[in-house]
């Protein structure tokens, strides 16, 4: 069902790599150490549901470099148990963002902590930056990551926190995600939105978004319109030229 999937390895470096229409997710590293994808070429169909180009769970130190990804669902989606994530030059769209998560579907979780993710570009994508979690009792958490230096081109949620996530709403659990977030930096983040709320930060009522810090976010809806931001149970800083303002 994968083009290819790494699994319970160490020390594994794929270079140069095209992965056309694959039935479900692209590439997964799974229980791995020291992972380097440099230089890969995902492309799916921009409505193809599942065909997440990268995805990384229950690893540590996976590099993600200098990859073009167009596919229908997430680019890069990061699950539990990831830890001292690089992404870099990355080039995203169409599809759904670069997303941690989604997590909490599970009581018992790994954490997610030490992303960076740097030099990307989206474009025409449904999200750009997101985090996501269901709305249900989970030990899982988010710490320490930085977004910085990211251009978005009509992307739908350019920045997006959901803590009450439910894709398909049906039998959604509506309860109060357990997981915590915190530590989350967005440094030098601008282009355009393609809706008017460029920046949601929907969080957790019992754990709510701590630490998050915006220094130098530049969003406008249809590159004339000033974007709006809107935030829940989220607490942070901003420095620098914010826009759109109105989040802490």
């Known amino acids: 069902m994968q083009s290819l999937a790494i699994s319970n390895s160490n020390d594994v470096k794929v270079y140069g790599l095209t992965s056309l229409n694959s039935q479900m997710f692209h590439i997964v590293v ?15 169909p921009g409505n193809s549901p599942n ?6 769970q229950l690893s540590t130190g996976v590099t993600i470099l200098n990859t073009k990804i167009s596919t229908g669902d997430d680019c890069v989606s990061i ?3 990831a830890t001292d994530l690089w992404i870099e030059n990355v080039r995203c769209g169409p599809g759904h963002g670069i997303s941690i998560g989604s997590l909490g579907k599970d009581l018992k979780e790994e954490g997610v902590k030490n992303v960076t993710v740097k030099r990307v570009r989206f474009k025409n994508a449904d999200n750009g930056l997101r985090i996501k979690s269901w709305g249900r009792p989970s030990n899982g958490f988010v710490d320490n990551v930085l977004f910085q ?3 978005m081109s009509n992307v739908k949620n350019p920045i997006l926190i959901d803590q009450n996530y439910c894709p398909v709403h049906n039998n959604c659990p509506h309860q109060v995600s357990g997981v915590k977030i915190s530590n989350v ?13 460029a920046v949601k930060l929907d969080c957790s009522k019992k754990y709510p978004c701590d630490g998050i810090t915006m220094q130098n976010v ?6 004339q319109i000033p974007a709006s931001a809107h935030c829940i149970n989220a607490g942070g800083k901003t420095s620098g030229f914010i826009k759109p303002t109105g989040c802490f």
């Open 30 to 44: 799974n229980g791995c150490n020291n992972v380097r994808v440099v230089g890969v070429n995902v492309v799916a």
């Open 51 to 56: 065909t997440d180009g990268i995805h990384v």
């Open 79 to 81: 699950g539990p148990g």
């Open 149 to 151: 230096n990211v251009v």
């Open 185 to 197: 930096k967005y440094e030098d983040i601008h282009g355009t939105s393609a809706t008017k709320v």
């Open 218 to 223: 530049n969003l406008s809806f249809k590159n």
